[in-house]
T-cell receptor
Protein backbone atom coordinates (compact mmCIF):
# COMPACT_ATOMS: atom_id res chain seq x y z
CA UNK A 1 0.00 0.00 0.00
CA UNK A 2 2.39 2.69 -1.20
CA UNK A 3 -0.35 5.28 -1.89
CA UNK A 4 1.31 8.54 -2.92
CA UNK A 5 5.10 8.62 -3.02
CA UNK A 6 7.19 11.76 -3.43
CA UNK A 7 10.86 11.98 -4.28
CA UNK A 8 13.13 13.46 -3.12
CA UNK A 9 12.19 14.12 0.51
CA UNK A 10 14.72 16.90 0.99
CA UNK A 11 16.68 19.11 -1.38
CA UNK A 12 18.81 22.22 -1.22
CA UNK A 13 19.20 24.25 -4.40
CA UNK A 14 21.18 27.30 -5.32
CA UNK A 15 19.31 30.21 -6.85
CA UNK A 16 18.94 29.65 -10.57
CA UNK A 17 19.28 25.87 -10.47
CA UNK A 18 16.59 23.64 -11.83
CA UNK A 19 15.05 20.48 -10.46
CA UNK A 20 12.12 18.13 -10.86
CA UNK A 21 9.98 16.70 -8.08
CA UNK A 22 8.39 13.36 -8.80
CA UNK A 23 5.04 12.18 -7.52
CA UNK A 24 3.80 8.62 -8.08
CA UNK A 25 0.46 7.13 -7.05
CA UNK A 26 -0.66 3.52 -7.28
CA UNK A 27 -4.39 4.03 -6.66
CA UNK A 28 -5.37 4.59 -10.29
CA UNK A 29 -6.58 8.10 -9.42
CA UNK A 30 -7.55 10.46 -12.20
CA UNK A 31 -6.73 13.70 -10.41
CA UNK A 32 -3.31 14.73 -9.15
CA UNK A 33 -2.23 17.94 -7.44
CA UNK A 34 0.84 19.82 -6.37
CA UNK A 35 0.61 22.08 -3.33
CA UNK A 36 3.09 24.17 -1.45
CA UNK A 37 2.84 24.77 2.25
CA UNK A 38 4.28 27.83 3.93
CA UNK A 39 3.95 28.85 7.57
CA UNK A 40 0.59 30.45 8.32
CA UNK A 41 -0.66 30.06 4.76
CA UNK A 42 -2.02 26.55 4.66
CA UNK A 43 -1.84 24.56 1.46
CA UNK A 44 -1.83 26.46 -1.79
CA UNK A 45 -2.50 24.74 -5.09
CA UNK A 46 0.26 25.17 -7.67
CA UNK A 47 -0.92 23.02 -10.57
CA UNK A 48 -3.22 20.09 -10.98
CA UNK A 49 -4.15 17.46 -13.53
CA UNK A 50 -7.52 15.88 -14.25
CA UNK A 51 -6.07 13.04 -16.28
CA UNK A 52 -3.13 11.71 -18.24
CA UNK A 53 -1.80 14.30 -20.66
CA UNK A 54 -3.67 17.22 -19.07
CA UNK A 55 -2.51 19.93 -16.69
CA UNK A 56 -4.02 23.13 -15.35
CA UNK A 57 -2.91 26.07 -13.27
CA UNK A 58 -3.82 26.38 -9.64
CA UNK A 59 -3.62 29.41 -7.42
CA UNK A 60 0.17 29.95 -7.41
CA UNK A 61 1.56 28.54 -10.68
CA UNK A 62 4.26 31.10 -11.50
CA UNK A 63 7.78 29.69 -11.61
CA UNK A 64 6.60 26.09 -11.89
CA UNK A 65 5.81 23.70 -14.71
CA UNK A 66 4.20 20.27 -14.59
CA UNK A 67 3.74 17.23 -16.77
CA UNK A 68 1.46 14.20 -16.59
CA UNK A 69 2.79 11.85 -19.25
CA UNK A 70 1.63 8.78 -17.37
CA UNK A 71 -1.51 8.49 -15.27
CA UNK A 72 0.41 7.40 -12.19
CA UNK A 73 3.05 10.15 -12.30
CA UNK A 74 2.87 13.91 -11.88
CA UNK A 75 6.10 15.90 -12.18
CA UNK A 76 6.69 19.37 -10.83
CA UNK A 77 9.56 21.34 -12.34
CA UNK A 78 11.38 24.43 -11.23
CA UNK A 79 13.32 25.84 -14.16
CA UNK A 80 15.18 28.55 -12.27
CA UNK A 81 14.78 28.25 -8.52
CA UNK A 82 14.32 31.35 -6.39
CA UNK A 83 14.51 31.76 -2.61
CA UNK A 84 10.76 32.49 -2.61
CA UNK A 85 10.27 28.88 -3.67
CA UNK A 86 11.67 27.61 -0.39
CA UNK A 87 8.75 25.62 0.93
CA UNK A 88 7.38 22.19 1.66
CA UNK A 89 5.77 20.66 -1.42
CA UNK A 90 3.00 18.11 -1.25
CA UNK A 91 1.58 15.97 -3.97
CA UNK A 92 -1.92 14.54 -3.71
CA UNK A 93 -4.27 12.42 -5.80
CA UNK A 94 -7.99 11.71 -5.87
CA UNK A 95 -10.72 10.11 -7.97
CA UNK A 96 -12.49 12.49 -10.27
CA UNK A 97 -15.86 12.88 -8.61
CA UNK A 98 -18.48 11.42 -6.33
CA UNK A 99 -17.74 9.25 -3.33
CA UNK A 100 -14.03 8.85 -3.04
CA UNK A 101 -13.10 12.38 -4.00
CA UNK A 102 -11.00 12.70 -0.89
CA UNK A 103 -7.38 13.50 -1.68
CA UNK A 104 -4.52 11.38 -0.43
CA UNK A 105 -1.19 13.05 0.22
CA UNK A 106 2.44 12.17 -0.10
CA UNK A 107 4.95 12.74 2.70
CA UNK A 108 6.19 16.01 1.31
CA UNK A 109 9.42 17.41 -0.15
CA UNK A 110 11.24 20.04 1.84
CA UNK A 111 12.99 22.37 -0.58
CA UNK A 112 15.41 25.09 0.41
CA UNK A 113 16.68 27.56 -2.16
CA UNK A 114 19.77 29.50 -1.08
CA UNK B 1 -11.73 32.34 -6.03
CA UNK B 2 -12.87 29.93 -3.37
CA UNK B 3 -11.94 30.69 0.18
CA UNK B 4 -12.14 28.51 3.23
CA UNK B 5 -11.91 30.34 6.52
CA UNK B 6 -10.89 28.19 9.43
CA UNK B 7 -11.07 29.13 13.08
CA UNK B 8 -9.53 29.31 15.49
CA UNK B 9 -6.06 29.67 14.02
CA UNK B 10 -4.47 28.00 17.03
CA UNK B 11 -5.55 26.39 20.27
CA UNK B 12 -3.74 25.53 23.47
CA UNK B 13 -5.69 23.15 25.66
CA UNK B 14 -5.22 20.88 28.64
CA UNK B 15 -5.22 17.14 28.12
CA UNK B 16 -8.74 15.78 28.61
CA UNK B 17 -10.50 18.89 27.34
CA UNK B 18 -12.83 18.89 24.37
CA UNK B 19 -11.91 20.81 21.22
CA UNK B 20 -14.10 22.46 18.64
CA UNK B 21 -13.08 24.08 15.38
CA UNK B 22 -14.97 25.19 12.31
CA UNK B 23 -14.61 26.04 8.69
CA UNK B 24 -16.71 28.34 6.52
CA UNK B 25 -16.79 28.77 2.79
CA UNK B 26 -17.77 31.60 0.51
CA UNK B 27 -19.59 29.11 -1.71
CA UNK B 28 -21.37 25.79 -1.50
CA UNK B 29 -19.39 22.58 -1.16
CA UNK B 30 -20.83 19.13 -1.83
CA UNK B 31 -18.13 17.37 0.15
CA UNK B 32 -16.32 18.40 3.30
CA UNK B 33 -13.12 16.75 4.41
CA UNK B 34 -11.10 17.08 7.58
CA UNK B 35 -7.39 16.33 7.58
CA UNK B 36 -4.75 16.19 10.28
CA UNK B 37 -1.11 16.94 9.66
CA UNK B 38 1.53 15.75 12.09
CA UNK B 39 4.83 17.63 12.16
CA UNK B 40 6.98 16.69 9.17
CA UNK B 41 4.26 14.59 7.58
CA UNK B 42 1.66 15.00 4.87
CA UNK B 43 -2.02 15.58 5.75
CA UNK B 44 -4.00 12.46 6.54
CA UNK B 45 -7.75 12.20 6.04
CA UNK B 46 -9.74 11.98 9.29
CA UNK B 47 -13.36 12.30 8.25
CA UNK B 48 -15.25 12.78 5.00
CA UNK B 49 -18.77 14.25 4.84
CA UNK B 50 -20.99 13.94 1.78
CA UNK B 51 -24.47 15.17 2.76
CA UNK B 52 -25.73 18.42 4.20
CA UNK B 53 -26.59 17.89 7.86
CA UNK B 54 -24.52 14.71 8.05
CA UNK B 55 -22.87 13.97 11.39
CA UNK B 56 -20.00 11.49 11.26
CA UNK B 57 -17.74 10.13 13.99
CA UNK B 58 -14.32 8.54 13.92
CA UNK B 59 -13.37 7.52 17.44
CA UNK B 60 -13.15 10.66 19.55
CA UNK B 61 -13.65 12.85 16.49
CA UNK B 62 -17.02 14.06 15.29
CA UNK B 63 -17.61 16.23 12.26
CA UNK B 64 -20.73 17.81 10.85
CA UNK B 65 -21.63 19.02 7.38
CA UNK B 66 -23.52 22.29 7.80
CA UNK B 67 -27.08 22.57 6.51
CA UNK B 68 -26.18 25.57 4.35
CA UNK B 69 -23.33 23.54 2.77
CA UNK B 70 -21.09 26.48 3.50
CA UNK B 71 -19.66 25.30 6.78
CA UNK B 72 -18.42 22.32 8.72
CA UNK B 73 -17.41 21.61 12.30
CA UNK B 74 -14.91 19.25 13.86
CA UNK B 75 -15.01 18.28 17.52
CA UNK B 76 -12.44 16.26 19.42
CA UNK B 77 -13.48 14.88 22.76
CA UNK B 78 -11.18 14.13 25.70
CA UNK B 79 -8.03 15.34 23.96
CA UNK B 80 -4.76 13.45 24.37
CA UNK B 81 -1.16 14.50 23.59
CA UNK B 82 -1.13 12.70 20.23
CA UNK B 83 -3.93 14.98 19.02
CA UNK B 84 -1.26 17.65 18.56
CA UNK B 85 -0.97 18.80 14.97
CA UNK B 86 -2.56 21.00 12.37
CA UNK B 87 -6.15 20.32 11.34
CA UNK B 88 -7.32 21.34 7.91
CA UNK B 89 -10.75 21.48 6.40
CA UNK B 90 -10.95 20.91 2.67
CA UNK B 91 -13.36 20.34 -0.12
CA UNK B 92 -13.47 19.82 -3.87
CA UNK B 93 -15.23 22.54 -5.77
CA UNK B 94 -17.36 21.25 -8.62
CA UNK B 95 -17.23 24.71 -10.16
CA UNK B 96 -13.52 24.44 -10.84
CA UNK B 97 -12.86 20.90 -12.02
CA UNK B 98 -12.79 19.41 -8.52
CA UNK B 99 -9.80 21.42 -7.38
CA UNK B 100 -9.33 20.90 -3.68
CA UNK B 101 -9.47 24.01 -1.52
CA UNK B 102 -7.95 23.95 1.92
CA UNK B 103 -8.49 26.05 4.97
CA UNK B 104 -5.50 27.75 6.55
CA UNK B 105 -5.47 25.23 9.35
CA UNK B 106 -5.99 25.10 13.11
CA UNK B 107 -2.87 24.36 15.09
CA UNK B 108 -3.67 22.31 18.18
CA UNK B 109 -1.37 22.02 21.17
CA UNK B 110 -2.34 19.70 24.00
CA UNK B 111 -0.68 20.35 27.32
CA UNK B 112 -0.25 17.18 29.41
Amino acid sequence: NAGVTQTPKFRVLKTGQSMTLLCAQDMNHEYMYWYRQDPGMGLRLIHYSVGEGTTAKGKVPDGYNVSRLKKQNFLLGLESAAPSQTSVYFCASSHNEGVGTEAFFGQGTRLTVV
Amino acid sequence: GQQLNQSPQSMFIQEGEDVSMNCTSSSIFNTWLWYKQDPGEGPVLLIALYKAGELTSNGRLTAQFGITRKDSFLNISASIPSDVGIYFCAGPSSNTGNQFYFGTGTSLTVIP
